[in-house]
């Protein structure tokens, strides 16, 4: 990495069943200052039975940060993270 070039960084979230929590993730995440074209969010879904893909859907929407969802049912927390793990695109990988 060149001096002052800003890194490309990845959050990767597993979720189930939290849609309250996982929207202010999102927003909160969406609301940094980190430049918007340089992070994306990872969202595994590990089985969730609500809204869950609407909200990250809704936030998707906004065209950045680039959000992926994955739908792994009843994964597990550690599954899921390593599901997310394999589609992060960043230098540095937040959890």
């Known amino acids: 990495m060149t001096k002052g070039a800003v890194p490309y960084i990845?959050?990767?979230l597993a979720?189930?069943?939290r849609v309250a929590l996982l929207s202010d993730t999102l927003f909160a995440l969406m609301a940094q200052r980190w430049p918007r074209d340089r992070f994306e969010i990872?969202?595994?879904?590990s089985g969730a039975t609500n809204a869950t893909r609407s909200v990250v859907e809704r936030a998707a929407r906004a065209g950045?940060?680039?959000i992926c969802y994955r739908y792994v049912p009843e994964a597990g927390k550690?599954?899921?993270l390593n599901v997310g793990l394999r589609?992060?695109?960043g230098t540095?990988?937040?959890l």
Request: one cysteine or more.
């Open 15 to 17: 979720t189930k069943n």
């Open 10 to 12: 990845s959050v990767a």
């Open 78 to 80: 550690s599954r899921a």
């Open 87 to 89: 589609v992060c695109l």
């Open 92 to 94: 540095y990988i937040a």
């Open 42 to 45: 990872i969202v595994v879904d």
């Open 64 to 66: 950045q940060p680039r």
